[in-house]
């Protein structure tokens, strides 16, 4: 079932209100060679991943944007039943390619090529398995004309982002001068535009749609769409505006653009061969007068080598600022390309851009075949060359090295707007691109920015510290002691013990050789109750008994468990003045030892001097 496709006549609106930024300066890059004569390029609607190299001898291959590369196997391969290019000039072969606006759902694409000197209308439909490879077997036959020569054989089909129609243009049959006045007969296809429905019929291959502008008993045909073409070997439609500019490839002295705007009902006549461009040959003894002919919208003479048109497109791409609405073409014998810009009415801003567009670097674009566009918009060259020399370029904005971080000779912002490459942090830049420099992080190597992890829920920051834990951990393992996935710090904060304080999980501490002599799991320290200062010997009451506890400490060299508790008057130090403060309270009304006294608990006094404390004894609570 057909699509609506809607007429974007807001954008026209908005270009007449809000004229577009000077343009800015262009240039070209080489994004596919070793080609052998290609002669236009394409891609599918929504399809950014790919451009579609059309070969002249009957091969379709597939340029990875991704990567700027071409894939080894070929999308279709039936150079065994095209005929041609058999020399330099042989105008047969495979022509034209268009993807129905629906081919990421329906897989179906259509060729134009000669068989023999007949030219063939094909329908195929992409593989099943793999959406790299065409299935060769697949092709439906739409329409077959004989012809009576071998050249003009138009070339371009497409479908209008209009009415979504399928449209054909073919050359007047060949020779010179259109010998059989095909341009102007109603009764052959030859030498005229055409318009099929592909996707509504029944038992044809196509069928004609009912607002055509011949339709009818007798003739013109029922396909013919427009009419008094010579060789329209390049004609596109504005993928905006829907308008068609044709490129129709002059006799002896003029070349020209015709144009129809997306409005038309359709039934122009360019004139051939009553018309050449716009001068009157009256080739066959047409009189320019009897006819009402449309005169092309720009022409040029065959100076300087010039000598056939090569068609091109109107850029819509969003790379360069201030091309949009121009449209680019090129003379085949002397390889110069020109722009200009039309609003329906004035051609303005004509100029060469052969010196702007040359590439450098010891290449030169020198058979310019045919103009392409991408799916972003962004335009192509097609240098035909020989049979392994053709090449591919792609016009560009010059500070491209700028815009474009990945090397693609995508700028960044077009890969973003449509999601080909990620900004999850919305910043302008390509995630790939800040890891692989450095400004960014991808610890868990997902591809992702670690930021937008966080944001997510994937992955945690226990700490706050606006780092991936794993990120922490994998540069210092030393900060998850009990290899628990979890930092340290977050496993304290969430409570796990630590009785002696020391900012480390006691079974770090323990791990790491702390006492445990009962073998209970837990450090001794933690067991032993909180002192009691002039308890000296830990036994959970004080008297006597601590007294000779810390003479023995002073002057046997006996054991200590905690210096605090020998401080007995919280002096800093531990000597004989200890037991007399403590014999002075317990037999002559002396005062009572610091605190913590007579309750258990800290020393929260400190010591005068400084140098005494739990810490310092590995018994200390």
Request: charged share 20%; hydrophobic share 35%.
């Amino acid at each position: 079932m057909r699509k609506a496709m809607l007429f974007l006549g807001s954008v026209m609106i908005a270009g007449a209100l809000f004229p577009p930024a000077p343009a800015a300066a262009i240039e070209t890059v080489r994004v596919a060679d070793d080609l052998n004569r290609p002669i236009f390029v394409t891609a599918p609607v929504g399809d950014y991943e790919r451009l579609f190299i059309m070969e002249q001898r009957g091969v379709i291959k597939i340029l990875n944007l991704l990567t700027e590369t071409v894939n080894t196997t070929a999308f279709l391969n039936i150079d065994t039943q095209v005929t041609g290019p058999t020399s330099a000039f042989d105008e047969r072969g495979m022509l034209g390619l268009a993807f129905h606006p629906d081919y990421l759902e329906n897989g179906y694409f259509f060729v134009h090529y000669n068989s023999g000197d007949d030219t063939v209308i094909s329908r195929f439909s992409v593989s099943a398995d793999d959406p790299d490879v065409a299935d060769e077997d697949s092709e439906v036959i739409l329409l077959e004309i004989d012809q009576p020569f071998s050249n003009h054989k138009g070339g371009t089909i497409a479908f209008s982002p209009v009415d979504g129609y399928l449209y054909l243009a073919f050359g007047d049959g060949g020779s010179g001068e259109d010998p059989f006045n095909n341009g102007q007969s109603e009764d052959t296809l030859l030498g005229k535009m055409l318009r099929l429905d592909v996707d509504d019929f029944a038992s044809d291959a196509y069928a004609i749609p009912g607002d055509n502008p011949f339709v009818g008993a007798g003739d013109p045909l029922d396909e013919i769409w427009a009419t008094g073409l010579r060789n329209p070997y390049r004609w596109s439609f504005d993928r905006e505006t829907g308008d068609i500019y044709i490129g129709d490839v002059g006799q002896y002295s003029v070349e020209e653009i015709d144009f129809q705007p997306a409005a038309s009902a359709g039934g122009e006549n360019y004139g051939w061969a009553c018309h050449e461009g716009d001068t009157c040959p009256s080739y066959n003894g047409c009189v320019c007068a009897t006819a009402d002919f449309d005169d092309p919208i720009w022409t040029y003479s065959h100076i300087g080598g010039r000598c056939s048109i090569t068609g091109g497109c109107v850029y819509r791409g969003t790379a360069i600022d201030g091309l949009q609405g121009t449209y680019f073409y090129a003379d085949w014998c002397s390889a110069e390309i020109w722009s200009f810009v039309y609003d329906g009415v004035d051609v303005t801003d004509d100029m060469e851009r052969t010196t702007e567009l040359a590439p450098g670097a010891g290449m030169s674009i020198v058979n310019i075949a045919g103009f392409g566009e991408d799916a972003y918009g962004e335009m192509y060259i097609c240098d035909r060359a020989g049979t392994s020399s053709g090449e591919i370029y792609k016009i560009v904005p010059d500070d491209i090295a700028d815009l474009d971080c990945n090397g693609n000779h995508i700028v960044d912002a077009t890969e973003i707007a449509v999601g080909v490459a990620i900004d999850c942090d919305g910043d302008g830049a390509i995630d790939e691109c800040q890891i692989d420099d450095g400004t960014a992080t991808d610890c868990n190597a997902n591809g992702a920015l670690d930021s937008c992890d966080l944001a997510g829920g994937i992955g945690t920051d226990c700490d706050a510290n606006a780092v991936f834990d794993a990120c922490e951990l994998l540069a210092n393992p030393a900060l998850d002691c009990d290899d628990n996935g979890v930092l340290d710090t977050c496993d304290l904060a969430a409570g796990a013990s630590d009785c002696d304080l020391n900012g480390v999980i006691d079974s770090c501490d323990l791990a790491a050789g702390g006492i445990d002599l009962d073998g209970n799991g837990v450090l001794d320290l933690c067991e032993l109750p909180p002192f009691v200062r002039a308890d000296a010997n830990l036994d959970g009451e004080f008297g006597l008994p601590d007294v000779l506890y810390g003479l023995s400490y002073l002057f046997s060299n006996g054991p200590a468990v905690c210096l605090d508790a020998l401080d007995i008057n919280d002096d800093g130090k531990t000597d004989i003045s200890d037991s007399i403060t403590l014999l002075s309270f317990l037999f002559l009304s002396g005062a009572p030892p610091a605190i913590p006294y007579p309750d258990c608990g800290v020393d929260l006094t400190g010591d005068n001097g400084g140098n005494l404390g739990c810490g310092e004894y590995p018994l200390c609570p």
